[in-house]
């Protein structure tokens, strides 16, 4: 589960990093703000990857996806590529705990069936 969700996490890190760069144009924001909020985002982004199978790493990751969709209206189209990172951050939970279910089976398993050392 791990490496699907860091591997969804450090793309989002790129995409707030061009939000970014879109977001300057937007004469009411300060450049000092959009790079403020987007490099503690592109930070926490960074960090979760740590911290992503420790307990609240998963709520926490939503709760970034949430974050990520809600800049949409700062910068509309995160909307859509907030949906689209909220999808492959399902994606990445859902099929990450079954990967790590059929190692933890496979395993298992081997160590069963393999012969005794002593």
Known sequence: MRTLCASTLIGEFFVIGFAGLVAMKDPDLSVTTVWTVSGIAMFLCVALCGFVTRPGGIAFGWALQVALIASGFVVPSMFF??????????????????????KARFAAQAEASAPDAA
């Open 81 to 102: 590529l907030g949906a689209i990172f909220a999808a492959l951050w399902w994606a990445s939970v859902h099929y990450g705990r079954k990967i790590d279910e059929a």
